[in-house]
């Protein structure tokens, strides 16, 4: 391998052995070590949920309710979605890779609250550890979004205690995002002005604010729904007097930005991927920025589109439909954008790329099918069927855990200093897509014959597409497999992996591979955009 | 449905299907062409501008290819077909919304997990639906516990079904056969079991079955009776009592506009009679004190839409429409099972 610049002190700690010991994990303050506390802690729940989801899909390759009973079976939807929503997605990006990246990206030695940035990690497990024990204890049946009054007058299961798990969880993704916006405002070297910031960073800005924004009302909202369940005091329950459209407003106004919370910080990796691997600056820098933060603000406005049917008035559709239209458009422009970018590029079609590629495509599929239910004529016959379960998972699997593939493979030989099997890592990225979307596509047929989703027991005539969907689960299962194994092997018999191995221009790939405790030797002056590639500072790949 | 093992469409049996079919067309061409767009540029600049060997390239200037043009072109594309997906699922939610008025009507009560559905003439099923083809159904909702949604995909419609309040749906069956019905809301343990079946038939054969109904009488008929054992009539005046009581008279109420206490004006429909039986207290027309007690758990609600039943049947604006049998009037000797509040309570708000 050829670098231009002359390797870097070999023998200087890194991040990974300056200290030795459990216990400088657990009280560690550097953002570094607590985003791989991060990708160990969410990565295991991405395997509990996943489980959950294997389950499911067994289950509906028949039509009769024949591998468990139907609490069993709602309980299993329940799991997957909480695990996945509020203990993998949410955290995924931004924790791990945001906490691991971004300060280096701005050139700072770590975040601007080091030991809050841990007690995040602390709550983050705390809310697992209820979470868990929700799941060791018998589970709960509420489906995710726990509606009312079912949720607090109905469900068997433990509610409270799921609904306190994510209430604690709330509070570290408060804290996350407090510490990007005071680390973004406070922290960026000299000379890295708003507009010299790597997309990434725009992104994981716009991310924080509606975390800090949007996360204290699903807060609240949980924790009136305790309080209804547990004293029965009425908020939701018509039978306490509640009105039980209010918990839809309250869950919707924070869990539709959430999935916001989930899409932006992928996005702002594939842009990291897409401007590297074509070595161009990214077409559109300002629109993608400005994009973002569109994305953030709008999104906070198009809740209702969630209860087009729930007998909300006429008219506060008409205005959430339109709305819901409205913000599709900055996602749109980050698509192009990404494709302009490509054009005239020196295009390298590594692992990383493979998925941002994934991710436009994926990601495609799932915007525009939103706009089938943004429309309200069309919501009315889709809305709850499989074709919604499709569309956010094209969204979600497609495009937010695309990202954090692409992510992870990306700064992975700058996390742990190794670089990966490229052959396999290749295979992995091809059979997750092809897997992914035979898992998810024939959904779409699913929704519109109108199966209703959250269905144990379906009838006859869905079973073919069932069918497909369940095999397709199980390729995709088995790319993630593969990933995991030889991501684990790299960290032991990998090659070793040079500062820069894709010829990136950032600021985290100017430091050693693993990085320094401090990440920089010499905090970095910057005296030029972001992405400028010159041709004598390009290197190239392993 | 049933027969079928294998479909890749659903069976399209309503007057609107076929306009939500045409925006979905509308919506999977646009999107096709868009994905095949996106993937087919992906793909050819992927191969066309891939790095052949250890060529360093050299720095594009973006500017050439005229950057500020390209966002607006391709922001200003989209959102011109997005708002014309926007204005007719609008178009198509206005329809819905708005059951055409003489629809047949039908009330469904949700609960888990069931469908008990009942007929204004009468007759009951559960989790089965009859109904004529080519007539507007209007169905009035009501659940006694959590949310339910109904929902006919070959109708391409569905509305939640909420406790509390009354949610409307309707639509007009235009072909004859037999559709799924599916709780669409999920709703507990044996959600995917609360499902049932339309059976669309001819006007012929719905009045035969209509008239193997219940025997119980008309939901008008078994309202009144409800009316009169709960002893409503000894303060509400109607029909039978004629002389005006201490509570509004009934008669040719529904449908119009009364004036409240506060000024405030409400229209009088099945939600109001709803709210008043069981909360009295909270909108109480003008010239009239608070002295109705709350009817709440003395009646289910299937007894409760019989009343409203009994009370749209007395007439509508003018009060001439009525379709109560005047030998049920006759049976108005069940005394009131509810306490009357004494004659002293003169609005104490």
Redo the contacts between chains.
Sequence with gaps: MITTAPPPVETKKNYLNSQEGLKSWLLTSDHKRIAILYLITVVAFFFIGGLFAVLIRLELATPAGDLVDSNTYNKFFTMHGIIMVFFFLIPSIPAILGNFVLPMMIGAKDLAFPKINLLSWYIYMLGGVFTLYVLLSGGVDTGWTFYTPFSTSYSNGYVIAAGLGIFINGFSAILTGLNFIVTVHRMRAPGLTWFRLPLFVWAHYATSMIQVLGTPVIAVTLFLLVLERGLHIGFFDPAYGGDPVLFQHLFWFYSHPAVYIMILPSMGVVTEIMTTFCSKKPFGYTFIAFSSVAIAVFGFLVWGHHLFVSSQSVYAGMVFSVLSYIVAIPSAIKVFNWIATMYKGSVRLETPMLYAIGFIGLFTVGGLTGLFLASLGMNVHLTDTYFVIAHFHYVMVGGAIMGFMGGIHYWWPKMFGVMYSQLWSKVAAITIFMGFNLTFFPQFFLGYMGMPRRYHVYPPEFQVLNVLSSAGASILGVGYMIAFCYLVWSLKFGEKAPPNPWGATTLEWQTTSPPITENFEVTPVITQEAYTYTSEEVVHVV | ?GE???????DAASS?AG??DG??AY?VL??AF??LL??V??VY??IK???KD???????D?HS?G?ML??IV??VI??GL??V??A??????????RPPADSLEVFVTGK?WMWKIQHAEGAREINELHIPINRDIRLTMTSE???H?F?V??F?????V????Y?TEWFKPTELGQF?I????????????M?GTVTVMTEQDYDKWLATGSGEGSMAEQGQALFNQLGCGNCHASLINKETGRCPNLNGLFGTTVTLKDGSQVRFDEAYIRESVLYPQSKIVAGYDDIMPTFKGLLTEDGLLKVVEYVKSLGTKNGTETSVPSAVVETSTTGPTMPQQPKTGTGNK
């Design positions: 449905m079928k093992s294998f479909q890749l469409f659903p609107i306009t939500v925006l979905y919506m646009v999107s868009f994905s996106i993937a540029l992906v600049f992927a501008y891939r790095r250890d060529h360093v390239p050299k720095p594009v973006e290819i950057g390209l966002e391709w922001s989209p959102l997005s708002l997906m926007f007719w699922g609008a178009s198509i939610f206005f329809t819905e919304s888990q516990d959590v949310i949604d929902y995909p070959a391409r419609t569905k509305a939640d909420l406790p509390g309040r949610t799924h599916f709780c669409a809301e999920y709703c507990g343990t044996k959600h995917s079991g499902i």
